[in-house]
């Protein structure tokens, strides 16, 4: 392959994620559709019969797993590993609430709503800008995983669970991933936008800094 050293630079980083992605979307899209967890089908069912303290499913546990150590990594990795770019900052302040978000459902014990946002996310998320084709995002991202996830926590939990706890600290963290997923679609109409303009003569990451920018 004859790749620019700035493109094989990005090899590692983007090959770790692709792999990540696959394996982590065909184990959530395993148990949302072929299982008998009704999560995506209806969504109002994670909080059927929720109450604190309830055992968590062992695959819903690796689920969890999974995801905490992907993001524990990825914390780092973005910190001191992959290319630098605009977005990173927002990149990490979405690891640390992706993580917050998962460990603190599973310490309370909100699996239901834990594990469905978690196998959502990995389902109606699939991997990041680089990664994933802008339609399919809009798709995903903006659609369904409000439509799914957000109508779950934020309005049926309160039909089913009048005084769920921790309400306004789950669903925060919730709205602040999809304000992220707003913010990095963005990014995706800016680069559709450069290429029907001819400002961009290559594809290029426009999260990326220009060259001349790096060198000040």
């Known amino acids: 392959c004859n790749l620019q050293p700035k493109d094989a630079a990005k090899m590692p980083e983007s090959a770790w994620k692709l792999l990540f992605y696959s394996l982590s979307w065909s184990y959530g899209a ?3 559709f072929c299982t008998d967890y009704p999560f995506f089908h209806d969504p109002p069912s994670v909080f059927y019969d929720w109450k ?7 695959d819903i546990a690796i689920a969890y797993l999974l995801q905490c150590s992907f993001y524990g990594h990825s914390l780092y990795a973005t910190a001191y590993m992959d290319t630098w770019r605009k977005d990173s900052v927002v990149m990490l302040l979405h690891h640390v609430v992706t993580l917050t978000l998962i460990a603190s459902s599973y310490a309370f ?9 978690g ?19 809009f798709w995903f991202r903006l659609y369904w ?3 799914k996830v957000l109508y779950a926590t ?13 309400y306004f600290f789950f ?15 963005l990014y995706i109409v800016l680069f559709v936008a450069k ?10 990451d426009v999260r990326e800094y220009d060259v001349e920018e790096s060198r000040r």
């Open 154 to 166: 934020c309005h049926s939990s309160l039909q089913s669970v009048p005084n769920i706890p921790f």
């Open 30 to 32: 395993y148990l949302l």
């Open 171 to 185: 669903n925060a963290l919730l709205l602040v991933l999809t304000l992220m997923n707003i913010y990095w679609f």
């Open 195 to 204: 290429v029907l303009l001819g400002q961009m003569q290559e594809v290029n």
């Open 109 to 117: 014990r909100g699996w239901d709503a834990g594990g469905a946002g």
């Open 52 to 58: 604190q303290g309830m055992e968590v499913p062992t």
């Open 119 to 137: 196998c959502a996310g990995s389902v109606l998320c699939p991997g990041d800008a680089e990664l994933s084709p802008w339609p399919g995002r």
């Open 145 to 147: 995983f409000p439509l």
